[in-house]
Nanobody, 124 residues
Framework: QLQLVESGGDLVQPGGSLRLSCTAS????????IAWFRQAPGKEREGVSCISMSGGRTNYADSVKGRFTISRDNAKNTVYLQMNSLKPEDAAVYYCALVFGQTCSGYETNSGYWGQGTQVTVSS
């Protein structure tokens, strides 16, 4: 069964860092574009970042540029989201998903096979 599993969410103080992981089971990530999304209470889900199959191309939402870094280790079948300088507004449930297109372009509306999410809380 094709499944994505997120992990790494935690409670962190403003200015802190976390690394989220997205691991695939039932299939390999090598030939898939992967994206991270987040959803805060009362808000719509939003795209955070996307990474190409090779890892050579990445996209970031303006709100996280310069603070978040997406990467992948295909040997470990895992995609990561390194989050630095976290702000209270980064608090949300973070999800990873497969992108159905051939590039990250339009990934926000062209993704699926969501994982169960991992909670990130940013608070002092």
């Amino acid at each position: 069964q094709l499944q994505l599993v997120e992990s790494g969410g935690d409670l962190v103080q403003p200015g802190g860092s976390l690394r989220l992981s997205c691991t695939a089971s039932g299939f390999t990530l090598d030939y898939n574009i992967i994206a991270w999304f987040r959803q805060a209470p009362g808000k719509e889900r939003e795209g955070v970042s996307c990474i190409s199959m090779s890892g050579g191309r990445t996209n970031y939402a303006d709100s996280v540029k310069g603070r978040f870094t997406i990467s992948r280790d295909n040997a470990k079948n895992t995609v990561y989201l390194q989050m630095n300088s976290l702000k209270p507004e980064d608090a949300a449930v973070y999800y990873c998903a497969l992108v159905f297109g051939q590039t990250c372009s339009g990934y926000e509306t062209n993704s699926g096979y969501w994982g169960q999410g991992t909670q990130v809380t940013v608070s002092s």
